[in-house]
Structure formats: C-alpha cells, structure tokens
C-alpha cells in the first residue's frame, strides 16, 4: 500500500517565515521544512495501480497559478484538545477551486468523494493527544493573529508519499505538474525533484 496526499508547496520565503511561528508552545511537535505544504486532497493508503491512476489523472488537470498570501492562525481539533496548529491561506477561491479539480480527478480514479469542507492552511505544529487548549496555545493564537505575508506563487501540483514514522511522518515528492501552462502530464512518476 502507498499512502497519497496531494498538495502545493510554498515558497522557500514563506517557509522562512512560518518557521517564525515555531516556539512558545510546551507540547507541539514543530514541522521541519520538508512538511510544510498546503493540502489539497488526502488520499490515504491505495495500491500502487490505483496510484497510477491518480497521477493519471492529476496530470490532466489545467488551472492557474494561485496567488495567495498567509493569513492568520488557528488549531484544529475537538473542543479544548487542539491536535494541531496552522497557518491560514487567503484569498481561499483559488485554492477551492484548485481542490474541487483535484476532488473530480481522485473520484474518477476511484476514490470516494471528499465530505470534509477545505480550508487553505499549513499546518506547523502537531500537538500530543494528551495536550489541552492551556495558556500557550491560546498565548500562540493570540500572539499569531496578525500573520500575514506578501503574496506568493505556488506554481506546481505535487503528489506526495508519505511514510509514518515514530516521531513525525516524512514526504517525498512523486510526481508533480506545472499549474498555469496548460500542459497535462501522465505517468508515474513525473519527476522527483528535491529542493523546490
């Protein structure tokens, strides 16, 4: 089994600055720079044929580049037990549309619909079970608030493995496709290209 997401990288500046966020929060597993991405579809486990598929038909996809900026923070989670922080991403339109794409392409490769409503962020901390919504987390959001950025380019759609270790997952990219120019690409894989 192969476990898929797909996603856009931002830009080394960006990442930069979201590295600025990582302190003050007892509990939080910070990301490194290999795990800071925005999600456009979790795929989960599939077979390999059926990962052929997907980049098959994430290949075809034809859609602008997005033009986006951070803004803002907040958690994720149930009630007071946040299990993750995250940085916001606006405008949202062109990364839903984006996603509402990448959704039709993974449902005619087999997958079942996505429910789940998006939201454009990048996660930069993973919080234990065991952690509760204390004072730092709520010190950290209070603090972050404010975030914004320039706006920045995001100019490929990746599709990435990902590999559960003990400490934190790992992604590498498998293949990825220019957003903007009307090329569609098919294959597995494209092109692994480290250091976007």
Known sequence: MIRLFVALRPPLVIREALFDLMDGVQAARWQDDEQLHVTLRFVGEVERPQAEDIAAALGHIAAPVPQVALSGVGSFGRGNRPDALWAGIA???????????????????????????????????????????????????????????EPFAMPHLGLYRSYLGRDRASYELVARWPLGTGDAAAGWPVENRKGE
Do not use: N, Q
């Open 91 to 149: 405008p949202a339109a062109p990364l839903a549309a984006l996603h509402a794409k990448v959704e039709r392409a993974c449902v005619m490769a087999g997958l079942s619909p996505d429910r789940r409503a998006y939201r454009p962020h990048v996660t930069v901390a993973r919080l234990p079970r065991s952690a509760s919504g204390g004072p730092d987390v709520a010190a950290w959001l209070a603090r972050h608030a404010g975030l914004t950025s």
